[in-house]
């Protein structure tokens, strides 16, 4: 299977392989991690500052727990790569980016243009969440 | 009632070429069904025994005439003729062809209307109170807090994949026209004793094959963080909720499971974080909202004088016209349970029909409600006479409102993929056995509701008397609920023994309402003969062995 990845950062992609999330409570110098979706997010919040590089999986992409945990990581500060791996479809990428995350390693191979296309879908979005853009009642109720 | 601006218009235009696009790569095989399934999903298309059906949303169960007139013609066009409305406030199509999918939804987006998340294990339709903004013991008109929700919870990015779908209902009187308690979160508008406004949040009700009444988990939330705490709600639920078994997939057994008062801890302390994170629209949005429901331009003075000489009409009037806050006005309930007839279906005319009467006579506007009728909120009484005879001409003035002709049912086996049963035959067996007017008028108030699979669409549970069909070893077969009930005092049925065949089950209805006939008390409806005296008169009458000729 060819290795493949979306990524949408400008930084260098970490190298480590990502561990557990019980493994990573026990190693102190772990810089990746890999969230289950019955994995708490949350476990990760005290150890925001050393981690960059989460990955996200989705055994089955109706599995949505990813979600919400990508969207709590990113509500706490953490800035360092969210990573959606495994049964990633095409037309689950544009709400994952909303929820925070900014790479993709799905099972099937993705195109970039056919990427760019998915997160272009929206023209506004109703919600505010983690990816900085605006609400619509904000666009309707300018500051 | 709202109207979209530039940003709600685009957001469905978006999604009619999303679902263009989805099509096409499923017609050409770059998609296979399994991974189109959730896609066509969430825009309503189901695979049916028989064809496609599409379920169109009708946000709150409210309607202009051109979206209804869309309606028929969308029916004449696209299906055969006819449309069903749902339980769920929604109308469905049941013999859709796939590639013309894409195009009813442009036709739908061309009336500001869609078929967005009316299915998939995703937030759906938010329903309400049909008689919203008319009803004279009506609290706070529901209407802009129902839009609000329709806004938030419409390609919500988070909530997509969710355990199993989710259903939201809000009401803004003390009578719950719309199964508050019985749905995944029930929202109802109080007010204190300041007079402030708050939302009391029941959550983890349903029906299904566990029906459970919501408990309260928010007593009084603030209407401008009413969203912060539906995202905190769904947030536990998303993240907690069982995902190792379909039928325990609804949020009613997460809560059930961990207890009423855990799940609020857990939800409390999610929606204090939520609250930092201002995702709450700003109560000007609130405001702007309600700018598109203010009460319409009533006549003063508008009479409250009705002739009655006319004894088909004024049974009409009695039966199926509710009381209007304002005077001179009254509410009409359009039933869609002729005699033998589907319940909750309409032809293209019909439709079309109900459209031009409402521009006419309703300030251009109709309601779909949940026991799949139509109603006309804001009719002058003066425009009463006229509007009956136009709706009897058309098969329309069926005055069974609420009576035990007025049967809820779901589509069933004749349609329905996940059906173990039918459920119209049996609707309509027992509308003709019950056809005399005089006969249902005596028997009262009796709401019958028949579901044909354990899912609950026709909502058996909260029947008077509730109707289940079951499959038993290949065969039909039919279990009694009774005692059920929706609103206030809502109460689950509870099965009267074992199951009966196609006419059993409309013999077995019928001696049920001759017990009640038999032992009611005073001003007693069926429900409350029920609670009072119990199963064991009904359930002797009803199994009782029949005498043996010669």
Redesign the interface.
């Known amino acids: 299977m060819v290795e493949q990845n979306l990524r949408y950062r400008s930084d260098e992609p970490v190298s480590d392989p990502a561990v557990t999330v019980d493994a990573f409570a026990d190693q102190s110098n772990a810089t990746a991690v890999r969230i289950e979706?019955g994995d708490?997010a949350r476990a990760l919040l005290p150890h925001l500052d050393r981690i960059a590089l989460v990955e996200v999986n989705f055994p089955a992409?109706?599995?949505?727990?990813g979600?919400?945990?990508a969207?709590i990581l990113r509500?706490h500060g953490y800035a360092g790569e969210l990573r959606a791996v495994g049964d990633v479809?095409l037309?689950?990428l544009?709400?994952?980016r909303?929820?925070g995350f900014d790479s993709f390693a799905p099972d099937q191979a993705i195109s970039s243009e056919a990427a760019e296309k998915a997160f272009a879908?929206?023209?506004?979005?109703?919600?505010?969440?983690v990816d900085g853009r605006p609400?619509?009642?904000a666009?309707?109720?300018p500051a | 009632m709202y109207q979209y601006d530039s940003y709600d218009q685009s957001m469905v235009d978006a999604r009619v070429a999303e679902f263009r696009d989805q099509v096409e790569r499923r017609l050409a095989g770059d998609i296979t069904e399994d991974q189109f399934k959730p896609l066509r999903l969430k825009n309503g298309l189901y695979l049916q025994l028989h064809a496609y059906m599409l379920r169109v949303a009708v946000p709150y169960g409210t309607l202009n005439s051109r979206q209804m007139r869309m309606l028929g013609d969308i029916a004449d066009k696209y299906d055969r003729g006819y449309g069903h409305f749902t339980t769920r406030q929604n109308i469905q199509y049941n013999w859709i062809k796939l590639e013309d999918a894409p195009d009813i939804l442009a036709d739908l987006a061309s009336v500001e209307m869609h078929a967005i998340q009316t299915s998939g294990n995703c937030i759906r339709n938010t329903t309400s109170d049909q008689f919203a903004g008319a009803a004279a013991d009506e609290l706070v008109d529901p209407r802009p807090y129902a839009e609000l929700l329709r806004q938030w919870s419409t390609f919500h990015p988070e909530f997509d994949y969710l355990p199993r779908k989710f259903k939201i209902a809000i009401i803004g009187s003390e009578t719950d026209r719309a199964a508050m308690k019985l749905h995944d979160i029930g929202i109802q508008l109080v007010k204190n004793d300041a007079g402030e406004i708050g939302c009391r949040f029941y959550v983890g009700g349903g029906m299904g094959r566990t029906p459970m009444i919501a408990p309260v988990i928010g007593d009084f939330v603030s209407p401008l963080q009413m969203v912060s705490y539906a995202e905190a709600c769904l947030r536990v639920y998303n993240r907690y909720g069982r995902r190792d078994n379909k039928y325990k997939a609804r949020i009613k057994i997460l809560v059930h499971e961990i207890g009423a008062d855990e799940y609020r801890r857990q939800v409390e302390e999610e929606f204090a974080h939520i609250l930092t994170l201002g995702l709450e629209p700003p109560a000007a949005e609130l405001e702007r909202i309600k700018g598109f429901f203010e009460q319409p331009g009533f006549a003063a003075g508008a009479s409250d004088e009705l002739d009655l000489s006319d004894p088909d009409f004024a049974l009409w009037v009695d039966q199926n016209v509710h009381a209007h806050k304002q005077p001179g006005y009254a509410i009409v309930n359009i039933s869609l349970k002729p005699t033998g007839g589907i319940p909750g279906d309409a032809t293209a005319d019909q439709i079309r029909l109900m459209a031009d009467l409402a521009l006419a006579h309703s300030f251009d506007e109709l309601r779909v409600t949940h026991a799949q009728n139509i109603v006309l909120p804001h009719v002058k009484k003066a425009d009463l006479y006229g509007l009956w005879q136009k709706l009897d001409e058309a098969g329309l003035a069926a005055a069974n409102l609420d009576l035990i002709g007025d049967i809820i049912a779901c589509p069933g086996l004749d349609y329905c993929a996940l059906a173990n049963a039918r459920s119209i035959p049996v609707a309509q067996k027992i509308s003709n056995r019950f056809a005399d007017l005089g006969r249902q008028r005596e028997l009262g108030e009796l709401k019958l509701k028949i579901s044909g699979c354990i899912n609950a669409c026709g909502h058996h549970h909260a029947g008077h008397i509730g109707i289940l069909g079951v499959d038993r070893k290949g065969v039909e077969n039919y279990q009694l609920l009774l005692g059920g009930c929706e609103g206030a005092d809502t109460s689950l049925g509870t099965i009267t023994g074992p199951g009966f065949n196609e006419d059993g089950i409309v013999d077995a209805v019928e001696k049920a309402t001759d017990v009640y006939l038999a032992q009611r008390a005073e001003g007693e409806r069926f429900v409350d003969t029920y609670r009072r005296i119990g199963m064991a008169p009904f359930k002797e009458a009803i199994y009782a062995k029949e005498p043996v000729n010669g």
Do not use: F, N
């Open positions: 979706p708490d992409y109706t599995d949505g727990r979600y919400s945990a969207r509500e479809l037309d689950q544009s709400h994952m909303r929820c879908t929206w023209p506004d979005v109703y919600q505010k969440t609400a619509i009642w666009k309707r109720h």
